[in-house]
């Protein structure tokens, strides 16, 4: 049965502490399977791995999800070392969806080249796992402390190439489809042949996004959306959209038909109500 998660509403500029502390609450209470965020510099949204920590003050049980992470905009060994925080503090509850995403502008305002971020991505992820099992860096007599809660972190691999595939098999526990993937059913099909070539044990796991909004304002909804997008990909991401209880539970039904363990849905809007009515919503 595929699980449903919840976007935190920490990509609106002016999101307070206090509406992301309620929001974690509220979506804990109501069951869903995971607080999830999303990730850019140069915009006001808030930073995904802070959120996360503030997240993991104020819940329990429910999983930290960054879906997805711009992994090579960050220093390797401090993404390691905060990841790793957060996942000890809250008990083992971090999954990171990362990508290299493709917005360059992320990558001039962080000093990183863009050209090469796929190849930076790849000594990221293997310097990353190495220190959360506790390996010694050159020059170093000491691990990179804290270890992660279970001696690693669930890491979901995001991108729609074949290297993106390569990624998950070789180092990945799934892959996570963004909201630029043309057809998510379609790559969740080449990830589990790929696996399974592979001789991977088990299965990937999968999971897929999706916004959704159930009030009034839905001029607000689609600026918003519009606002984080751009004007080319915001309209096809708000198509997509769910707009009624009906179209959010047919929703939920493709992402089990495609074989998604988990969807996550994002809010148009910074309104706490929301939460409530997305659970109202579901079977």
Known sequence: MTKVGIGLPAVFPGTSGRLTGDWARRAEERGFASLATI?????????????????AAVTERITLFTNILLAPVRLPVMLAKQAAAIDFLSGGRLRLGLAPGGREDDYTATGMRFANRGRRF??????????????????????????????????????????????????GDGWTAGSGAADPPAIARRVRTAWADAGREGTPYLATLAYFFLGSDLDAALANVTDYYGPERGPIVAARMGRTPEG?????????DAGFDELVLYPAVPDLAEVDRLADALP
């Open 248 to 256: 959010l539970r047919a929703m939920v039904a493709r992402a089990e």
């Open 39 to 55: 990730d850019r510099v140069v915009y006001g949204n808030l930073e995904p791995l802070s959120v996360l920590a503030a997240a």
């Open 122 to 171: 790849d000594a990221q992820l293997a310097q990353m796992q190495g220190i959360w099992k506790g390996a010694l860096l050159p020059g170093t007599s000491r691990p990179i402390g804290p270890l992660p809660s279970r001696r690693g972190i669930p890491i979901l691999i995001g991108g729609q190439s074949d290297r993106s595939i390569e990624r998950v098999v070789k180092v």
